[in-house]
Structures are given as C-alpha cells and as structure tokens.
C-alpha cells in the first residue's frame, strides 16, 4: 500500500485501509461474492460472478457503491475460492471497493485462472497493476477532473498494461470528456487497449456523448452501465 493513500484520505477511511493491512496471510474482506451480468466492458451481457471486496481509499464524487466502503466480512481465502467456483460459471470478477487494497487478492485472481476461469478485475488505477497475474484481464480506470481523484492516477500502469487489457472513463461532464479525448491522444490508448467511455449514470445526456465521441474520431467505445437499466440503478448484488 503506498503511504501516500493513507496521508491524503480522512482517518475513517485510512483506519479501515489499516484493518485490511492487518489481516493474516490467506483472509480477505469481502463484501458480497454474486451471480450477475456483467454490466461494463468488452464482457458485457455475460454471466459473470462478481467477488466484491470491502475497502476503497478513494472518494470519487459519483461512486455507486460506497456500501461497501465499510461493509465487509473476513472470510478465507479458500472459502472465498470455494465460494466463487460454487456458481459454476466460467466469467470472475474482482471488484469493489479497490481490490488491490487486499494482498491475498492477486494470489486469489491466479488461484481462479488455476481453476480454468476467465478472470477480470476492476481497479481504479491509483495502485500498481504489476502484481496481477498477466492471465487475467485488467479494467483500469483513469480518473476524470470531476470524479475528484484524477491526481492519484499512477500514469506508470499504462507500460503494465497488456493489449488484452482495457481502459475505462467515467464522464460526468463535458470538461471531463474534453480532458478524456486529450488523454487519449496524448497516450495513443485507442491504438493500444480498448478504450471503455461511459456516462455518470443521470448526469450526461447519452446523446450528448454519442457526438462527443463520433466528433472526436476516436476509436473508443461507448459503453452503459447495462445493470442500471435491467435493474433498479441502486440495486445491490445485480
């Protein structure tokens, strides 16, 4: 964990990244483990089963999921194993919260491509991709202006990446997606990764980005929060 996140994030919340320090090799905090569709990405529609963990030392303004922020229970690493295998179902993802927080997680995501699964992990990309199993499928985030996080982006993950790995941006603004369309450009990350544009749910018109992105010529690829729309937006374990 580097020290910087626990400095610059309130007490509460640097409490709770040293709970997760403290845990005994082999446990993980989990906060909910799922059978659902997967809702973002290239995987998109898919069966997937989602191992939520507990804990982020982030704060993005338009967070969907701050239950989790300290909801949590100590479970194995073994039974979280047992438990994601149990749904027989060959699409796992690492979410949360920030599962790169969790030591036991990257050996957790080798243990699940062990078992024959297609792994995936969400991270917000404030912290080092380089311990991920290079098996598994990365969806990084690059924090935009509005999230309130863009200066923890670590730019030193983009040389982790792999072609296979994907970057997401979450758009609550136009100044957000103007300063997302330079990015892009400056890094080449179109050419690179596939390139995943979404909206804040509510906050930017979809046909706003639609022209957004067909103005810009950018090879990106404009996705929706496809649970939000099955389900209720705030719906939990979907």
């Known amino acids: 964990m580097n020290p910087r996140a626990i400095d610059t994030v309130p007490l509460a919340v640097a409490h709770r990244v040293q709970l997760l320090r403290d845990l005994p090799t082999g446990e993980l905090l989990i906060h909910e483990i799922y059978r659902s569709l997967q809702g973002e990405s290239t995987f998109a529609g898919l069966p997937c089963v989602f191992v939520r963990t507990a804990v982020c030392d982030s704060r993005c303004t338009w967070c969907d999921t701050p239950h989790a922020f300290t909801q949590g229970e100590r479970m194995s690493r073994t039974a979280v194993l047992a438990k994601a295998l149990s749904f027989d179902t060959p699409l796992v993802e690492l979410t949360g919260g920030e599962p790169l927080l969790q030591p036991d997680v990257p050996v957790l995501m080798a243990e699940l491509c062990e078992a024959g699964k297609t792994v995936l992990i969400e991270t917000s990309g404030a912290h080092d991709v380089g311990v991920i199993d290079r098996r598994v499928h990365i969806i990084m985030d690059l ?85 939000k729309y099955i389900w209720d937006p705030k719906a939990r374990g979907v």
């Open 143 to 227: 924090k935009c202006p509005e999230s309130g996080e863009c200066d923890r982006n670590r730019w030193a993950n983009l040389g982790l990446l792999k072609p296979t790995d994907q970057i997401k941006l979450v758009i609550a603004s136009r100044r957000d997606w103007e300063w997302a369309e330079r990015v892009v450009r400056e890094h080449r990350l179109d050419e690179r990764f596939a390139v995943l544009v979404s909206a804040v749910f509510g906050a930017v018109g979809l046909r706003d980005l639609s022209d957004w992105i067909l103005a810009s010529r950018l090879n990106v690829r404009m996705q929706l929060q496809m649970h």
